[in-house]
């Protein structure tokens, strides 16, 4: 016989950790963490993608990357996902975007980025490099690291140096 807590554990797991939002997730952006209004919209980059809905000068506040904060053991549990939205901001401790994003977990990679991560204490905003005109893709280098395969580029920028990963 099977406790019904033990029945519940996995399907909590799934709803929750490898597909949050549910199936019929539209994604969002919250007010609260922009500076500047965004809109999420398909790209042809890769899925969804965030755009400016107004013109963002250079060196400035765009958005703050917000979710549930975890550890590498639970990072790896969630790696299952077909969508991963992590966000490392030490050595030990991410942000998932996924549960309790802000809507910047939909920025896609571009090896011509538009922004840049920042840091200040426990919190991670994301940051204009140049002036951004209304419309435009929001990109941001993911610069994955580690020791794994690597991921193929689809940015489509000139100098798209074809993978996510860190270069050399």
Do not use: K
């Amino acid at each position: 016989m099977v406790h019904a807590a033990s029945e519940e554990a996995p399907t909590a797991f799934v709803r929750e950790v490898l597909m949050p939002g549910g199936p019929g997730h539209v994604p969002r952006i919250a007010p609260a963490a922009c500076r500047f209004r965004l809109r999420i919209a398909a790209s042809s980059v890769h899925r969804w993608g965030v755009f400016a809905a107004e013109d963002i000068p250079a060196r400035r506040r765009v958005i703050e990357y917000t979710g549930q904060r975890i550890g590498l053991r639970e990072a790896w549990r969630r790696r299952l996902r077909p969508q991963l939205y992590l966000f490392r901001c030490s050595a030990r401790r991410l942000i998932d975007g996924g549960i309790g994003g802000s809507g910047a977990e939909f920025i896609n990679h571009g090896c011509t980025p538009n922004l840049v991560a920042r840091f200040d204490h426990r919190r991670v905003f994301l940051s204009s490099l140049r002036a951004i005109a209304a419309g435009e893709e929001l990109l941001l280098d993911y610069q994955v690291r580690g020791d794994i395969e690597p991921i193929p580029c689809a940015c489509g920028a000139p100098a798209c140096r074809g993978y996510l990963n860190a270069p050399g």
